[in-house]
Structures are given as C-alpha cells and as structure tokens.
C-alpha cells in the first residue's frame, strides 16, 4: 500500500498550490482520504477530508472557502486545491486513508499514510 503525495513548494502570500495524493496497493474507492498537516512544534491536524463516493466533505474552519478537495476514483487520486494561502499554512501536508466514513474526523484511525510534502508560505 502507498500514498504518494505531492505539489508542494514555496509560495508568497496569497498564492495557490495544488497538492496530489496518489494510491496504489488499496481499493481506492472504499476508502476516506483526508490531508492533515503538521507545523514545526504542533500536533498533526485534519485539514480537509472526502468520503469514498458520494463526494462529501469537510474542512476545518481556517481553510473553509480557500481550500477545495476533490477526488478522482478512477486515477485513483485525491487533490487539494489551495488558494488565498496564508503564512499560517506553512506545514508538511501528509495524505492519509481510511475506512468507513465515521472514522474520517479521528486521526488515529488512519490506517495509511503517505510521506508528506512540505508547504512554505513565505514573502
């Protein structure tokens, strides 16, 4: 099993990124995948996440109308598009997956994960 993430990078203020979490070795389309990131001295914490096939999702307020997630079962890929970033957004953003939907806001449920990728909002 592996997640791949992807697509970050340095960006001013106010910039966009759009971040890529493919799978491979799972039936992608049972299960939930969030994006979660960590900053230098902080817990892991649940930015944005969509269920299996329905297309439903959730996002924590501070990126509620600047961050957009999307999925694609049949690339079996997740994407998170970012706008309006925020020095506040800098983080390592890691991909992660689980099953069924009830364990999407509960972080040590995650039963894989993918290596991150480090996004730096900088002027």
């Known amino acids: 099993v592996q997640l791949q993430a992807s697509g970050g990078g340095l960006v001013q203020p106010g910039g966009s990124l759009r971040l890529s979490c493919a799978a491979s070795?799972?039936?992608?389309?049972?299960?939930?995948i969030a994006w979660f990131r960590q900053a230098p001295g902080k817990k892991r914490e649940g930015v944005s996440c969509?269920?299996?096939?329905?297309?439903?999702?959730v996002y924590r307020d501070s990126v509620k109308g600047r961050f957009t997630i999307s999925r694609d079962n049949a690339k079996n890929t997740v994407d998170l598009l970012m706008n309006s970033l925020k020095l506040e957004d800098t983080a390592v953003y890691y991909c992660?997956?689980?099953?069924?939907?009830?364990?999407?806001?509960?972080?040590?449920?995650?039963?894989?994960w993918g290596q991150g990728t480090l996004v730096t909002v900088s002027s």
């Open positions: 992660g997956a689980v099953a069924p939907w009830r364990y999407a806001r509960i972080r040590d449920k995650y039963n894989f």
């Open positions: 070795g799972i039936t992608f389309d049972v299960y939930v």
């Open positions: 969509i269920s299996s096939s329905d297309g439903t999702t």
